[in-house]
């Protein structure tokens, strides 16, 4: 069974940086893409970024697109925060999915419990 778990998170400033680990243990040979998603409470879970594990797509939230990196190895899946935003705040999930590339929460079924990211000021 793959299970997965964030770290990095924390309280940080307006325009610093981050770096979230998704931390793989387990087989992940069968899925097609691991992923971002963020929730605040009372909202619903977004979808931030996305990267394939057999191939190269990547994709990215249109409120993080520029600032935020996804990228991958072995042992994980790793999220690169910069220039974070008031709107930023939030708890971070990572996920993996056996479907295509997307950002829709729905399409994944292994979750990590979340790593607190808060950005004040």
């Known amino acids: 069974q793959l299970q997965l778990v964030e770290s990095g998170g924390g309280s940080v400033h307006r325009g610093e940086s981050l770096m979230l680990t998704c931390a793989a243990s387990?087989?992940?040979?069968?899925?097609?893409?691991v992923g971002w998603f963020r929730q605040v409470p009372g909202k619903e879970r977004e979808g931030v970024a996305s990267i394939s594990l057999h191939e190269d797509t990547l994709l990215y939230a249109d409120s993080v697109k520029g600032r935020f990196t996804i990228s991958k190895d072995k042992y994980g899946s790793y999220l690169r925060m910069n220039d974070l935003k008031r709107e930023d705040t939030a708890t971070y999930y990572c996920?993996?999915?056996?479907?295509?590339?997307?950002?829709?929460?729905?399409?994944?079924?292994?979750w990590g419990r979340g790593t607190q990211v808060t950005v004040s000021s």
């Open positions: 387990g087989d992940t040979l069968n899925y097609f893409a």
């Open positions: 996920a993996a999915t056996k479907l295509g590339d997307t950002l829709d929460p729905s399409y994944y079924r292994v």
